[in-house]
């Protein structure tokens, strides 16, 4: 079992910056890949960015690209999300993910995940 809980969401003005915060806890060896997603409430969760956790490799969505930047810490088990220039729409539920060990790959489909933190909210205000 790996237990995830993000941290770090908060209010923040257009173009400002904000970086979340995730610690595994449990299993921690079991996981491939680790991945932050996001979902507004009836839309589909979106995934933003993943690392490879061995060999750090990344991936991100387009409409994040340049912009936001995930990282890791493996002697803290935390992988982190800076989000910079932030605009309107990435005002979001964001959320921590972790597969199961089976190597999907740098994958941003939701369905290829198997742990999942609460979320945190990111709030874009003017």
């Known amino acids: 079992q790996v237990q995830l809980m993000e941290s770090g969401g908060g209010s923040v003005q257009p173009g400002g910056s904000l970086r979340l915060s995730c610690v595994v806890s449990?299993?921690?060896?079991?996981?491939?890949?680790m991945a932050w997603f996001r979902q507004v409430p009836g839309m589909e969760r979106e995934g933003v960015a993943n690392i490879h956790i061995a060999g750090g490799r990344t991936v991100y969505a387009a409409s994040v690209q340049g912009r936001f930047t995930i990282s890791q810490d493996k002697a803290k088990n935390m992988i982190y999300l800076q989000m910079n220039n932030l605009k309107s729409e990435d005002a979001d539920m964001y959320y921590c993910?972790?597969?199961?060990?089976?190597?999907?790959?740098?994958?941003?489909?939701?369905?290829?995940?198997?742990?999942w933190g609460q979320g945190t909210q990111v709030t874009i205000s003017s």
């Open positions: 993910a972790a597969d199961g060990g089976l190597g999907l790959g740098a994958s941003l489909s939701a369905a290829d995940f198997d742990y």
């Open positions: 449990g299993d921690t060896y079991i996981s491939n890949y």
